[in-house]
């Protein structure tokens, strides 16, 4: 059996709902994607609905799920007591607005069923005037929100939020939500696929059918009066490596950084928790446990929790890596 002590690169799974783009391709030069609109790449996903398969090295063609199984420790860590991996880690190309949606947090996934989803946003790339739907206003009640999906009004309940290339959303379990055209990000979630569609825009296909919407479940697990704000400022962290950091989002899910690679460095090892390394503006070059893998803009790059320190190298010139542990 072979020790994952170097990095791990995966064949995105690509999906293509009808909201999605060419920005995949396009802005992120992703040559492997197939013909037509291109709405989510999953990166990293140890999910059996779009399983990621190793790309590259000593174990290529393997699935994650299968890799995670006979090595659970080695690969999830310490910090991390099931052997499941924990979250799902995507790239958005919001060509059109999504439906306006919701998915359960723990507490209601286990009263009413489902999987539960907390999940952050961080912003790739967004068109002049773009923006996101988190949260409802103050005051509305499920009664006045089913009252104002049955009359094609729900838009002035959402809390309406500008955004702009590096800003950050997080959207825990239960908040109302959906991203609206224009926005290319990177998303992190819950290993979760269940979602609660609320209302679609009053879109139809061809026939005059509306996509499927889950009213009564969605209105069970939404949270109508909650605390905290959607749009997360980062925060100024000590240097990693020497690389300067700065906090973007602290959940009980998932930890994101963004570190600033100038031209070299060494990550040390972390075996509490993989590592999961997202080249923002610049192509990475990765190397730990005698194997070395380039990570172009853009994409993903998962490093065991049984790898020793990583040298990490700018290989266009300076870049942002976010950085995504299990806290």
């Known amino acids: 059996m072979i020790n994952p ?31 037509g609109i291109v709405a989510e790449s999953w990166e990293i996903s140890a999910r059996a609905d779009g399983m990621g398969i190793i790309r590259e090295g000593p174990l290529e063609g393997k699935t994650f799920q299968s890799l995670i199984e006979t090595n659970p420790r080695e690969i999830l860590g ?5 052997d499941h991996f924990p979250l799902l880690i995507k790239v958005l190309d919001a060509a059109k607005t999504l439906s306006v949606q919701v998915h359960p947090n723990d507490q209601t996934a286990i009263q009413f069923g489902g999987e539960a989803k907390t999940e952050t946003w961080y912003i790739l790339e967004a068109d002049p005037e773009a923006c996101v739907y988190c949260g409802m206003e103050s005051g509305v009640t499920p009664e006045a929100f089913r009252a104002a999906i049955a009359e094609n009004t729900v838009e002035p309940l959402l809390k309406k939020i500008p955004v702009k290339a590096g800003d950050t959303i997080f959207v825990p379990g ?10 290319l990000l990177l998303e992190v979630q819950q290993n979760s696929n269940t979602t609660y569609r609320i209302y679609d825009w009053g879109r139809v ?3 005059g059918n509306g996509r499927e919407l889950h009213i009564d479940q969605a209105l069970q697990v939404s949270i109508f009066e909650e605390e905290g704000t959607a749009l997360t400022p980062a925060e100024a962290q000590s240097p990693l490596a020497g690389m300067p950091r700065e906090k973007i989002i602290v959940s009980p899910y998932f930890l994101l950084e963004r570190l600033r690679l100038e031209d070299a460095a060494t990550l040390p090892a972390n075996p509490e928790s993989f590592q999961v390394l997202f080249a923002l503006d610049g192509d990475l070059q990765v190397s730990a446990g005698g194997e070395t893998v380039t990570v172009p803009s853009g ?6 929790a ?6 990490l190298k700018a290989v266009s010139g300076p870049l ?3 950085r995504i542990t299990y806290p």
């Open 5 to 35: 002590t170097f990095p791990l690169r995966f064949h995105p799974v690509y999906q293509p709902y009808i909201w999605g783009g060419e920005k995949l391709r396009t802005r992120l030069g992703r040559e492997d994607t197939p013909a």
């Open 78 to 82: 310490s910090n991390l007591k099931s």
């Open 174 to 183: 239960g908040r109302v939500h959906a991203i609206a055209s224009g926005c």
């Open 205 to 207: 296909d061809a026939e």
């Open 299 to 304: 994409s993903s790059v998962l490093l065991p």
């Open 306 to 311: 049984a790898a020793l320190a990583a040298d």
């Open 320 to 322: 942002h890596v976010m």
